[in-house]
């Protein structure tokens, strides 16, 4: 029997299995994200959290399950098909920049807006707009080699939220950044996604990163948890190594 995804869930997935070069990677993982929310899928590297967000946004097809965006499979959609629904509904940052090194710095933020068939002047005003957002304004006709790392990532941050997304992926976006920088960057991603409705799904090893989410999914070894409010994963998570390193120091000690 196919399930039917819940009304409230933007993007829905089952039983997810995706291998690589014969190490599994994601295993039977399930979870659903709700529109309009922020949630952080939280766990130590390589436990499988850049592999859920590639087969969740497209990008990577997985082996076996379903996905789903607005009650509308993507499990079964051809590659172009994915390319087109990666381009008008999401919208992605990674931990490195990946800019077009031949486009200036609003080329680069404009660019989704004129893929998606934007007005070039709408296009340009928007890019000048987020660009100011994320402090970059002055950065706008220099191209990313003229650029220090973290001014191209606050561009990339930019060009993704420029085309106002329905999903944003956010896979480790402040990694590159200091931790002042981070909290400023952060604060904007979750207000644009609360104030334009954008489901921001943001992958992270940092627990002072997934404190900015509605809901956490802690991942390990290619499985998933069912997510709960970020407030109560955290602090279960904080009393937990608590315990642990009470116990570590409570322990007999060799000689």
């Known amino acids: 029997m196919t399930l039917a995804p819940p009304d409230n869930d933007v993007l829905w997935a089952r039983a997810l299995v995706k291998t690589h070069q014969g190490t599994p990677a994601l295993r039977g993982v399930s979870l659903g994200v709700r529109e309009g929310e922020v949630l952080a899928v939280s766990g130590p590297r390589g436990c499988g959290k850049s592999t859920l967000l590639d087969c969740l946004s497209g990008l990577t097809p997985a082996d076996e399950g379903e996905i789903w965006f607005n009650s509308s499979p993507v499990h079964t959609l051809g590659r172009a098909a994915r390319e087109r629904l990666r381009r008008e509904r999401f919208g992605y940052v990674g931990p490195e920049a990946q800019l077009v090194p031949e486009l200036t710095a609003r080329e680069n933020v404009a660019l989704p807006l004129l893929l998606a068939g934007a007005p070039r002047k709408e296009a340009t005003s928007a ?129």
């Not at 200091?178 to 090893?205: G, K, M």
């Not at 404190?211 to 802690?218: G, K, N, P, S």
């Open 127 to 255: 890019a000048a707009e987020w660009l100011e957002r994320l402090d970059v304004a002055d950065c706008a006709r220099r191209r990313p080699a003229d650029l220090r790392q973290e001014q191209r990532q606050r561009i990339a941050v930019a060009r993704a939220l420029a085309h106002r997304p329905t999903v944003l992926f956010a896979d480790e976006p402040t990694a590159p950044l200091h931790r002042e920088a981070q909290e400023q960057v952060l604060r904007i991603l979750v207000t644009a996604s609360r104030s334009h409705r954008i489901t921001l799904v943001l992958a992270t090893h940092d627990p002072g990163v997934a404190r900015f989410a509605d809901r956490i999914a802690t991942m390990a070894d290619g499985r998933v948890s069912i997510p709960g409010r970020a407030r109560d994963v955290l602090a279960a998570a904080a009393g937990a190594g608590a315990r642990e390193e009470e116990a570590h120091q409570c322990s007999p000690t060799s000689v």
